[in-house]
């Protein structure tokens, strides 16, 4: 379908309108980056000035940080601190000139905007495939609101099922024994467990100095909160990338428009 698109649309429920409806002069199929792009502005909307805001990481959330460093630039926004949710976002926003802290200083934080690479209908995610997932879990999770983003392509039935990998960070020492024994945990769910391989075939290696270990699953995986209780009681595991109950609103950039789904209601901005 032929969208118009215009940047300059993307800041007011009005644009959106806009967005769903023109008669473009120019038409443009929307790519996946620019629906990422829709979502993440979006988001920023709710960023206020006085904040302390969660960074988060991935090609999505770069557009939300691009932006937010913008805003302050323009002086729009003021008194921000960002909580970065990885060495290569933390990067970023330097670059940005963003104000940076961490969770010892700002052990609440106001809001969050992160991406996602599953989200289901009742906002459960799955995060991790871009190799960030421990230090997003326990910013989100310290976050009064977290706001995640998306292209309508992450959205699921069911996480974790699609034979896409759910990512497992766990400590490097005896990997393969941690790992048999996330496979042999997961075996009634069609599970293989893979080292996440980096550059020149050597482990992947996490901001935390862990690996990951992706479980592909042929099936669902049922009751989510018994499985992923039972992953984070084996010894050697640090983590996993299901984030259950922590999404407060997703904000879905599809060719239609964009749908802002909150946790006990949806609404749809179009
Ligand atoms: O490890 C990466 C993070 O969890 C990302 O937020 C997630 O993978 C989504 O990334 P992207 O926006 O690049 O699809």
Redesign the pocket.
Known sequence: MALAYDPLFIASDKALSAFDVASPPHPMILTQDEL?RIAAYKAVEFVESGMVLGL??????KHAVDRIGELLRQGKLENIVGIPTSKKTQEQALSLGIPLSDLDAHPVIDLSI????EVDPYLNLV???????LR?KMIEGASKKFVVI?DES?MVKHIGGSKLAL?VEIVPFCWKFTAEKLRSLLEGYGCEANLRLGEKGKPFVTDNGNYIVDMHLEEDMGDLGAVSDAILRLPGVVEH?MFLDMASTVIIAGELGVKIKNKQHTTTSS
């Open positions: 990422k988060g990481t991935g090609s999505t959330a992160d991406g996602a690479d995060k991790g495939r871009g190799g960030s997932l997003e998306v992450k990512p990338g």
